[in-house]
């Protein structure tokens, strides 16, 4: 049964202790009320929590962020190396400094709104982002496992990330930058005209080239996580078929002689080639000395791929396929102005459609 007492403290007031059996039977005492009645109102509350379900063990509303962050961070298994990579810079640089220490039941919402306004003034959106998704995920876990009833993170103002524009290269600007980027002109034009990802494509193996048919096998893609290459299955988790263009054969067919079916397409076929210096590499001086062309990232190919691709007519679907996104929304969410001219002739169809069923 829960009872109320009262008792004095050192210096001699007098205070209230409720004491209360939680749902596992075991008692447990709250000291310090200064009235009678809110020690009674307290234990009303542990009355209707217990009943509710909703009791929670004020040693479980006490463990701190950080101690939640070390099985949080560990259970993302699910994650490539180079998503996990940068959830623990956040963790480390953005999230620990300010919440390590508090305790889930703590955290206000309040609070986390001014670190995240705080942290929006000097930070891009993408950052942030990630930070407070973080902070929400282990918060998320506190409340399955009972600690806190919600989640006092979710529901804050968060800034938009801002929809960059692509740059897309012509045929003849993919030409001028490959001829400058001097032997690895066939990995500019390979990258322009199929959209593999860079770990994609210096993954690349001899026996995932199918020349007959001109087709690419993405298979694997190695990524460089703090300076080493670590090889896994591509972003989709899916291997997919990617066609190259009948000028490519040849070039890529003498890359591939005199080396095993394990090899390494791109590079001396046993290393994974290396990242370009960003200061002083082969790509920045290929973009110094091609006129015209704008200054873009190895991964902007990819881009110019698809504008490429729609241009010489195909459909959103094949683009999708080509660049192993998870859905077709998702390549025209990514690439909707490359399928502006699409409307248009929409537009010009149902005109001509109407002319031919309706006589004047």
Same mark, same amino acid.
């Given at each position: ?24 039977? *075991?008692?447990?005492?709250?000291? =310090?009320? @200064? /009235?009678?009645?809110? #020690?009674?109102?307290? %234990? +009303? ?72 306004? *705080?942290?929006?003034?000097?930070? =891009?959106? @993408? /950052?942030?982002?990630? #930070?407070?998704?973080? %902070? +929400? ?103 997919r078929s990617v066609p190259f263009p009948e000028f490519l054969s040849e070039a890529l067919a003498k890359m ?30 290929a973009l110094e000395a091609s006129v015209g062309v704008p200054n873009l990232t190895r991964h902007d190919l ?59």
């Amino acid at each position: 049964m829960a009872s109320v007492e009262d008792y004095r403290t050192a210096s001699g007031a007098k205070r209230y202790r409720a004491r209360y059996r939680d749902p596992d039977r *075991k008692q447990r005492d709250k000291w =310090g009320f @200064t /009235t009678k009645r809110a #020690a009674e109102e307290f %234990l +009303a509350t542990v009355t209707v929590s217990k009943l509710r379900g909703e009791f929670i063990r004020p040693e479980d509303s006490r463990v701190t962020i950080g101690e939640l962050a070390v099985p949080w961070m560990a259970s993302q298994v699910h994650l490539k190396p180079s998503s996990l990579r940068p959830l623990e810079i956040a963790w480390r640089l953005h999230v620990a400094p300010t919440w390590e220490d508090v305790a889930v039941s703590e955290v206000r919402h309040s609070e986390v709104q001014r670190w995240v306004n *705080k942290l929006d003034g000097t930070r =891009g959106a @993408t /950052t942030v982002l990630r #930070a407070y998704g973080v %902070l +929400a995920s282990i918060l998320d876990v506190a409340v399955k496992d009972r600690r806190v009833l919600a989640n006092t993170a979710r529901g804050v103002n968060l800034p938009r990330k801002k929809r960059k524009e692509h740059p897309y290269l012509s045929h003849a600007q993919v030409e001028t930058l490959a001829g400058n980027a001097g032997e690895h002109g066939t990995l500019v034009r390979f990258l322009s005209y199929t959209g593999l990802r860079w770990g994609e494509a210096v993954g690349l193996r001899v026996m995932d080239l199918d020349m007959l048919r001109r087709r690419v096998k993405v298979q694997q893609n190695a990524v460089m996580v703090n300076g080493t290459y670590i090889v896994g299955t591509p972003k989709s988790h899916e291997a997919r078929s990617v066609p190259f263009p009948e000028f490519l054969s040849e070039a890529l067919a003498k890359m591939c002689e005199g080396k095993p079916r394990t090899a390494t397409v791109f590079g001396d076929g046993r290393a994974f080639l290396p990242f370009p210096d960003n200061r002083t590499g082969w790509w920045v001086r290929a973009l110094e000395a091609s006129v015209g062309v704008p200054n873009l990232t190895r991964h902007d190919l990819r881009h110019t791929a698809a504008s490429l691709a729609v241009s010489s007519g195909a459909n959103v679907k094949a683009v999708q396929r080509m660049l192993g996104h998870a859905s077709a929304a998702m390549t025209l969410d990514v690439y909707a102005d490359l399928f502006d001219d699409d409307l248009d002739g929409v537009a010009t169809a149902l005109n001509q459609a109407r002319a031919l069923a309706i006589v004047v």
